[in-house]
């Protein structure tokens, strides 16, 4: 179906810390947004239910299925997607430790893998292994088994607060 120009609205939204202003098909999904139109096809579309996690990105910090949501309903705000998150270094830790230990094999779940880990590690501490299951229990994997990334994402956290906890002594 095509689309007509009168067909279309204004969506302006800041994407990865800089600002975006597009016409939109108001039924375009935020994640066929962002890879189509964007081309930042690192938030997969998987089951197109929000049922996977595949297209996990932030919206204004908060962790959201983008196939569950139309471009339009994030005028206004901030997305940041896993590209947006290795470009400013927020996961550099957070992928050491998938790769130490072997929390990744196919990589089609990983982005939104990460999107929802560092979102939770966000909140600061160590979380307990239930809570970090908790957490990524909206993120489908078929290879791993999740143990491999329970203990990467655990690992992180530990990482993280024993920096803090060094930096602090550090004062």
């Known amino acids: 179906m095509n689309m007509l120009a009168s067909d279309l609205v204004p969506l302006t939204l800041a994407v990865n810390g ?44 908060v962790p959201v299925h983008s196939c569950l949501v139309f471009a339009v309903q994030a005028e206004g705000q901030k997305v940041e997607t896993v590209e947006g998150l290795v470009a400013r270094g927020a996961l550099a830790r957070l992928q050491a430790a998938f790769h130490e230990r072997n929390a990744l094999q196919c990589g089609f779940c990983t982005p939104g893998m990460l999107v929802n880990a560092f979102a939770l590690l ?11 299951r908790d957490a990524i229990s909206g993120n489908y994997c078929r290879c791993t088994g999740y ?25």
């Open 18 to 61: 800089a600002p975006v202003a597009r016409m939109v098909a108001p039924r375009t999904t935020l994640a066929d947004f962002l890879r189509a139109e964007l081309e930042l096809t690192a938030t997969h579309v998987g089951c197109e239910m929000g049922a996977c996690g595949a297209c996990l990105v932030l919206l204004d910090g």
């Open 122 to 132: 966000e909140r600061g501490g160590v979380p307990e292994r239930e809570e970090i």
């Open 147 to 171: 143990e491999a990334i329970v203990d990467a994402i655990e690992a992180a956290a530990r990482q993280a607060a024993a920096e803090s906890a060094d930096a602090e002594g550090a004062r």
